[in-house]
């Protein structure tokens, strides 16, 4: 059997062709998805993680003590323990003598293999009194190497009196790639500089531990832990740099590694389509080699030969196609992460293609492969070899085979939805998914008892078309299996298209979210002891990337878990203007209160009068106390003397409210899209206008934009992903439809000897495939809207809040692209139809 498994391949070539291409593009499809899991570790290690990318292990606080220098030296006497560095921050102003720039200083470690800073030009300081800055600070300041700057600490106590450190610049850094750092201008020094500018006590951000040659890391992790314990930091974790990266972006989504989570999902996703897709491509292939497969039973071969010639030949076609395949997919992954790392927002971009990838697609396209080929040669050998030359019977409700899978499909159905709306509802991944696939197995099992009925109801709008279109109608439905091959070839990429375009769109409104929560306003300027003039608020409006300007003054005061704060007022047109969560705006007679406030209700002091007003929780924090100036007036500017002394006012103002009456804060709102170099110079060029040092100009715009650059990385890779699932979609029922017009060879001829015209053939084949695919688009689209909402829900339900987000275009332009990829893939089979005499095809087996 294996020179009749060999001569199969040879002389059934195009039908080997059609499975190899489906095979490919779906082991491609895992392998890459696989590919972006490691590759987006990999791209957060070198942005979220790029303090600690070449660490060996991590050691950081977990419960906000800072590590002391007890805790610095025991991690660097623990055994296995080669090198240590204790990273140490202070913030400063940096007078360049034309400007001044905040920032943040770092200590450089004694092992320079544990510093993650990239020299661009010069040298590293290494004696006190030099520095190293950024080279985007430096061009946005005019800096060069050798010029002179003057620090001074942010940090330690007395800011305003504190000495300047002067300095000389040595090196120029590339710029951080780490989000929770970008908003700050990077400097580098010796660590006794940046302990003096730091003050006391002494504390670090992070001690990066690189192991001795041979040592082991489980064994030198429990040592640096028995050695915190005794230096009393037993709460300090001490993890590896890619838990150190997992455990940040899990603090981001509320103690949830969220986007692990949703990766694996994708993996999951696209190891369920490629079997299906692979299993119905290769099912229609063998089943119609049935009546083949029983005339070489009747002259002789045996069951097991059969089986055995059948899998050998979905074994040869699996492995090349599987090879190819992943070949495929890494080779478009290195395009795509090249691509992205030539734009210097997105250098972070990193490729990383694990083994695991390169041996999990191969092992799961040869087997997906040779399973999809067991069930239809079962079917030819379990039955008499001349029972087997008859027509095969279709399920349907008439016949027991019918009844079974109409049953188990829809028992599977509504299991499977039950199980992914509570897991939706109940932001459970882990029952969400398993839940959705079996729902959607179910789908496919009882489709044939669904599918030709739309069909046919979709056929009478055919009717139009004449003798063509009614025939059309009627072969659409003929053969119920054959339609619903056909149709679930579509269904099943269009499903996977429009759930991921539903659950991109809804995870990328879910993440805007969550950062518009955890940064509310872009830019944010506070401690002005004056309201700013209208001739510098126009000046900020007049910045090229600033979208609006609001000035909040005080209102009154509250007091909230034991302390007394200013309230602000902000004019309704504003709050929409500046707050882009609407969470955060406070309706008429509502006081907005930060995260976590307890209070329902609390009473603002403005002079002697207390209004008590209803408390609405803002998204944030660090917001601070704010109503709508539609509640209550701004308070009047006080005496000079009066504000200098920090004296009430007459008439019993209480001594917050009267000391800030007159004072004011100001939010700024910037254009979507803007760099992160930009918004570095516009925070310089606000400080300028308004006459505030730098370091009074806040918010967490640039933050913003360096998690949106990430995000749109992720987003950008599952857009390629998409490409390949159309691609999918496409091959499957370009299949699927040759291979029928294949099967139908005799009975076209006899409809063209009966008198049917070429054009009428063509037309008739061309309307047959355009209704098969404007169904399975329509229940596809369905389907994908639903799961992906359902499944963005699942996954990031539990750290914000998820809003259905249904991008009706691109749904739209899904539906219209698949009728039209039906049309375009019966082109070729009609073409060879029409081609085809009357006699010869009516001769032809």
Not at 15 to 29: C, E, G, M, Q
Not at 77 to 83: E, H, P, W
Not at 205 to 221: K, M, Q, S
């Given at each position: 059997?294996?020179?009749?498994?060999?001569?199969?391949?040879?002389?059934?070539?195009?039908?080997?062709?059609?499975?190899?291409?489906?095979?490919?593009?779906?082991?491609?499809?895992?392998t890459a998805t696989l590919t972006v899991n490691a590759s987006t570790q990999a791209s957060l290690k070198a942005s979220i993680g790029q303090s600690f990318g070449t660490a060996d292990l991590v050691v950081s606080s977990t419960d906000g003590t800072p590590l002391d220098a007890k805790a610095a030296d025991a991690v660097a006497?623990?055994?296995?323990?080669?090198?240590s560095y204790a990273q140490q921050l202070a913030y400063v102003q940096a007078s360049t003598g034309t400007a001044v720039v905040s920032g943040v200083v770092s200590n450089l470690p004694a092992a320079m293999e544990l510093e993650t800073a990239k020299l661009v030009s010069g040298v590293w300081p290494a004696a006190a009194g030099?520095?190293?800055?950024?080279?985007?600070?430096?061009?946005?300041?005019?800096?060069?190497?050798?010029?002179?700057?003057?620090?001074?600490?942010?940090?330690?106590?007395?800011?305003?009196?504190?000495?300047?450190?002067?300095?000389?610049?040595?090196?120029?850094?590339?710029?951080?790639?780490?989000?929770?750092?970008?908003?700050?201008?990077?400097?580098?020094?010796?660590?006794?500089?940046?302990?003096?500018?730091?003050?006391?006590?002494?504390?670090?951000?992070?001690?990066?531990?690189?192991?001795?040659?041979?040592?082991?890391?489980?064994?030198?992790?429990?040592?640096?832990?028995?050695?915190?314990?005794?230096?009393?930091?037993?709460?300090?974790?001490?993890?590896?740099?890619?838990?150190?990266?997992?455990a940040l972006v899990a603090s981001f989504t509320g103690g949830s590694n969220a986007l692990t989570m949703v990766l694996l999902a994708f993996a999951a996703i696209a190891l369920l389509v490629s079997a299906l897709v692979v299993s119905n491509t290769f099912s229609v292939l063998v089943a119609q080699r049935t009546r083949e497969?029983?005339?070489?039973?009747?002259?002789?071969?045996?069951?097991?030969?059969?089986?055995?010639?059948?899998?050998?030949?979905?074994?040869?076609?699996?492995?090349?196609?599987?090879?190819?395949?992943?070949?495929?997919?890494?080779?478009?992954?290195?395009?795509?992460?090249?691509?992205?790392?030539?734009?210097?927002?997105?250098?972070?971009?990193?490729?990383?293609?694990?083994?695991?990838?390169?041996?999990?697609?191969?092992?799961?396209?040869?087997?997906?492969?040779?399973?999809?080929?067991?069930?239809?040669?079962?079917?030819?050998?379990?039955?008499?070899?001349?029972?087997?030359?008859?027509?095969?019977?279709?399920?349907?409700?008439?016949?027991?085979?019918?009844?079974?899978?109409?049953?188990?499909?829809?028992?599977?159905?509504?299991?499977?939805?039950?199980?992914?709306?509570?897991?939706?509802?109940?932001?459970?991944?882990?029952?969400?998914?398993?839940?959705?696939?079996?729902?959607?197995?179910?789908?496919?099992?009882?489709?044939?008892?669904?599918?030709?009925?739309?069909?046919?109801?979709?056929?009478?709008?055919?009717?139009?078309?004449?003798?063509?279109?009614?025939?059309?109608?009627?072969?659409?439905?003929?053969?119920?299996?054959?339609?619903?091959?056909?149709?679930?070839?579509?269904?099943?990429?269009?499903?996977?298209?429009?759930?991921?375009?539903?659950?991109?769109?809804?995870?990328?409104?879910?993440?805007?979210?969550?950062?518009?929560?955890?940064?509310?306003?872009?830019?944010?300027?506070?401690?002005?002891?004056?309201?700013?003039?209208?001739?510098?608020?126009?000046?900020?409006?007049?910045?090229?990337?600033?979208?609006?300007?609001?000035?909040?003054?005080?209102?009154?005061?509250?007091?909230?878990?034991?302390?007394?704060?200013?309230?602000?007022?902000?004019?309704?047109?504003?709050?929409?203007?500046?707050?882009?969560?609407?969470?955060?705006?406070?309706?008429?007679?509502?006081?907005?209160?930060?995260?976590?406030?307890?209070?329902?209700?609390?009473?603002?002091?403005?002079?002697?009068?207390?209004?008590?007003?209803?408390?609405?929780?803002?998204?944030?924090?660090?917001?601070?106390?704010?109503?709508?100036?539609?509640?209550?007036?701004?308070?009047?500017?006080?005496?000079?003397?009066?504000?200098?002394?920090?004296?009430?006012?007459?008439?019993?103002?209480?001594?917050?409210?009267?000391?800030?009456?007159?004072?004011?804060?100001?939010?700024?709102?910037?254009?979507?899209?803007?760099?992160?170099?930009?918004?570095?110079?516009?925070?310089?060029?606000?400080?300028?206008?308004?006459?505030?040092?730098?370091?009074?100009?806040?918010?967490?715009?640039?933050?913003?934009?360096?998690?949106?650059?990430?995000?749109?990385?992720?987003?950008?890779?599952?857009?390629?992903?998409?490409?390949?699932?159309?691609?999918?979609?496409?091959?499957?029922?370009?299949?699927?439809?040759?291979?029928?017009?294949?099967?139908?060879?005799?009975?076209?001829?006899?409809?063209?000897?009966?008198?049917?015209?070429?054009?009428?053939?063509?037309?008739?084949?061309?309307?047959?495939?355009?209704?098969?695919?404007?169904?399975?688009?329509?229940?596809?689209?369905?389907?994908?809207?639903?799961?992906?909402?359902?499944?963005?829900?699942?996954?990031?339900?539990?750290?914000?809040?998820?809003?259905?987000?249904?991008?009706?275009?691109?749904?739209?332009?899904?539906?219209?692209?698949?009728?039209?990829?039906?049309?375009?893939?019966?082109?070729?089979?009609?073409?060879?139809?029409?081609?085809?005499?009357?006699?010869?095809?009516?001769?032809?087996?």
């Open positions: 059997m294996l020179a009749v498994a060999l001569g199969q391949l040879k002389t059934h070539s195009r039908r080997f062709i059609a499975i190899s291409l489906a095979v490919i593009l779906a082991v491609a499809f895992l006497s623990a055994a296995g323990v080669r090198a030099e520095v190293a800055v950024d080279a985007a600070t430096a061009t946005r300041n005019q800096l060069a190497l050798g010029d002179a700057i003057t620090l001074r600490s942010l940090s330690a106590p007395g800011t305003g009196q504190a000495p300047g450190v002067p300095a000389t610049i040595t090196g120029l850094l590339a710029p951080t790639n780490d989000p929770l750092m970008s908003s700050q201008s990077q400097l580098l020094a010796p660590a006794a500089t940046v302990a003096q500018l730091a003050g006391s006590p002494t504390s670090y951000r992070r001690i990066t531990v690189a192991l001795a040659p041979g040592a082991d890391a489980g064994a030198t992790r429990s040592a640096i832990s028995t050695a915190l314990t005794g230096a009393g930091a037993a709460t300090a974790s001490v993890l590896t740099a890619d838990e150190q990266t997992k497969l029983a005339l070489l039973r009747c002259v002789g071969a045996s069951r097991a030969q059969i089986h055995r010639s059948v899998l050998l030949e979905a074994l040869v076609v699996g492995a090349i196609a599987s090879a190819a395949g992943v070949a495929l997919a890494a080779g478009g992954m290195s395009l795509l992460v090249a691509g992205l790392a030539q734009n210097p927002d997105y250098a972070f971009a990193t490729l990383d293609v694990p083994p695991s990838a390169i041996i999990t697609g191969l092992l799961v396209g040869i087997a997906l492969t040779v399973l999809s080929a067991l069930a239809p040669a079962r079917a030819a050998t379990a039955v008499a070899p001349l029972a087997a030359l008859r027509p095969q019977e279709d399920a349907s409700l008439a016949n027991s085979r019918g009844r079974v899978r109409l049953v188990v499909g829809v028992v599977l159905l509504l299991l499977g939805g039950a199980g992914l709306v509570v897991g939706g509802l109940t932001s459970q991944l882990l029952i969400a998914l398993p839940s959705g696939a079996l729902s959607f197995v179910g789908l496919l099992m009882a489709a044939s008892l669904f599918i030709p009925r739309l069909v046919a109801a979709a056929g009478k709008l055919a009717a139009p078309a004449g003798v063509p279109g009614r025939l059309a109608a009627v072969n659409a439905v003929r053969n119920p299996g054959r339609t619903t091959a056909t149709a679930s070839a579509l269904l099943i990429g269009v499903t996977l298209v429009t759930m991921m375009m539903t659950g991109a769109a809804t995870a990328r409104t879910a993440f805007d979210n969550s950062l518009d929560g955890r940064y509310p306003v872009d830019v944010a300027v506070e401690g002005a002891q004056v309201p700013f003039t209208a001739a510098q608020l126009d000046k900020v409006r007049s910045l090229a990337g600033v979208s609006a300007v609001a000035q909040l003054p005080v209102v009154g005061s509250v007091e909230s878990r034991g302390a007394t704060e200013p309230v602000y007022g902000i004019t309704g047109a504003d709050a929409r203007a500046v707050l882009v969560n609407a969470a955060n705006r406070p309706a008429p007679g509502t006081l907005v209160m930060r995260k976590g406030t307890k209070d329902t209700s609390l009473s603002v002091a403005a002079g002697a009068v207390q209004t008590p007003l209803p408390v609405a929780i803002a998204t944030s924090s660090s917001f601070p106390a704010l109503v709508s100036l539609d509640t209550l007036p701004a308070l009047p500017a006080p005496q000079a003397g009066a504000l200098q002394s920090g004296a009430p006012e007459a008439g019993g103002m209480d001594s917050v409210a009267g000391r800030m009456a007159g004072t004011s804060a100001l939010w700024v709102a910037v254009d979507p899209g803007i760099s992160q170099d930009t918004l570095l110079g516009l925070r310089q060029q606000i400080a300028s206008a308004l006459g505030v040092e730098e370091y009074q100009v806040q918010g967490g715009a640039v933050e913003k934009a360096m998690f949106n650059q990430v995000i749109d990385v992720l987003l950008l890779v599952v857009t390629g992903l998409l490409a390949i699932a159309v691609l999918i979609a496409l091959i499957g029922v370009a299949n699927t439809l040759s291979l029928s017009v294949l099967e139908r060879t005799r009975e076209n001829s006899l409809l063209r000897a009966l008198g049917l015209t070429r054009g009428q053939l063509r037309g008739m084949l061309a309307l047959e495939a355009v209704l098969i695919a404007a169904v399975a688009a329509t229940i596809g689209s369905a389907l994908g809207v639903v799961y992906g909402w359902l499944g963005a829900q699942s996954a990031l339900g539990s750290f914000t809040i998820v809003t259905a987000t249904i991008p009706w275009g691109q749904v739209g332009l899904v539906i219209g692209v698949a009728a039209a990829a039906g049309l375009l893939a019966s082109v070729v089979p009609a073409h060879r139809a029409a081609r085809l005499s009357p006699v010869a095809g009516l001769a032809a087996e």
